[in-house]
């Protein structure tokens, strides 16, 4: 029986090269092209109790950073051997693959007989125990809020200061931020029911001096395909992090820029889009909304210019991504 190998790499022609000539070799190819069709491809197997054999993972996604890619798999799969390629080595990217206890290491560009040769010569992998099945543990569940962003424009004549210090104290207001953009303010408003929330908007919100409109943009959880959430769960858990916990933060001092990112997109292609917004390092929260925009992104960098690099770079080649404008947020000081 050919032996299956889990090809990730967003180059369709490598993919094609590389299948055909690992197929060539007596090797039979999945290729992905992202970090997250990878892991659903993984659970597929999974659940069909068809074990691969090995995984090729290139560095550089669209998605998840390769490197990462590589410490989820050996999180959720550890018997997987796991080869890293790039077309970008270096002995930092190197040491990183080691780290990361990757199986083998190429870069681009390799030969087949160069590919082959790290494949034979990884070892064959022990036969992993199965643990017994359990029940599973019901928990009960708890009554959700409901959450909401506020976009505050206010009188040409207001006192910024002002309405910012009435509304940062309001009850149901989670976050309140001031920011350069077609609004002054951004708010996070929470409570129990849409109804009170529409209550807040109307009687403590816009009854504040100062305030002209009030532009709702309600939060929504995403419809995606099977096990997509529960994945993207598993990322975290693998990497062992809080969302906005990676190098970008390491060191507090370096965090010198925060903005709010709004993105209209084809919501057909939330799915794919979704995936490469949330895993980015500089977004600390990734909102699916429903209104005026349809994500709300909050991040964080070094400088204004490094959040804008990664929208200019990273973001707006997304296919599906339509316009995406970003409010820097102002820092406010003696509330």
């Known amino acids: 029986m050919d032996k299956k190998v ?3 790499d967003d180059e369709d022609s490598l993919r094609r090269t590389v299948s055909l000539g690992l197929m060539q ?13 990878a892991l659903q491809t993984l659970e597929m197997f999974k659940k069909k109790k068809m074990p691969l054999d090995y995984a090729i993972v290139d560095v550089r996604l669209p998605d998840i950073d390769g490197l990462k890619l590589l410490k989820v798999i050996k999180f959720n799969y550890p018997s997987l051997p796991v080869i ?3 077309g970008y080595g270096s002995e ?3 040491e990183k693959v080691k780290t ?19 494949l034979d010569e990884i070892p064959e992998p022990e036969a992993e125990a199965v643990a017994p099945e359990t029940e599973p543990v019901v928990t009960p569940v708890q009554a959700q809020s409901i959450s909401i962003y506020a976009l505050v424009s206010l009188d040409a004549t207001a006192d910024l200061m002002k309405v910012y210090r009435k509304l ?7 976050y309140c931020d001031a920011v350069r953009g077609e609004h002054d303010l951004v708010l996070l408003l929470q409570g129990d029911t849409q109804e009170t929330l529409d209550d807040v908007v109307e009687k403590k919100i816009k009854a504040v001096e100062g305030v002209g409109d009030v532009v709702l943009l309600p939060l929504h959880a995403p419809v995606f395909g099977e096990n997509v959430i529960d994945i993207m769960g598993s990322v975290d858990k693998a990497l062992g992090r809080d969302k906005g916990e990676s190098e970008v933060y390491a060191n507090p001092a370096r965090i010198r820029a925060s903005s709010y990112v709004m993105l209209e997109i084809e919501k057909e292609k939330l ?28 991040m964080k960098g070094t400088s204004f210019s490094h959040i804008e690099d990664t929208i200019r770079n990273k973001f707006k080649p997304l296919d599906g991504v339509l316009r995406i404008k970003e409010w820097p947020i102002i820092t406010l000081f003696d509330l």
Not at 168 to 174: A, C, T
């Open 6 to 8: 889990l090809l990730i």
């Open 100 to 118: 990361g206890q990757a199986d083998g290491y190429l870069e681009k560009p390799f030969s087949m007989e160069d590919l082959t040769k790290v």
């Open 168 to 174: 940062y104290f309001q009850d149901n207001v989670l």
């Open 271 to 298: 799915e794919s889009i979704y995936p490469a917004l949330y895993f980015n390092d500089q977004v600390v929260h990734c909102d699916y909304t429903r209104g005026k925009y349809d994500v709300v992104l909050l």
């Open 84 to 86: 890293v390629i790039t």
């Open 25 to 37: 070799k007596g090797y039979d190819t999945e290729p992905c092209e992202n970090g997250m069709k």
């Open 92 to 94: 930092t990217v190197a």
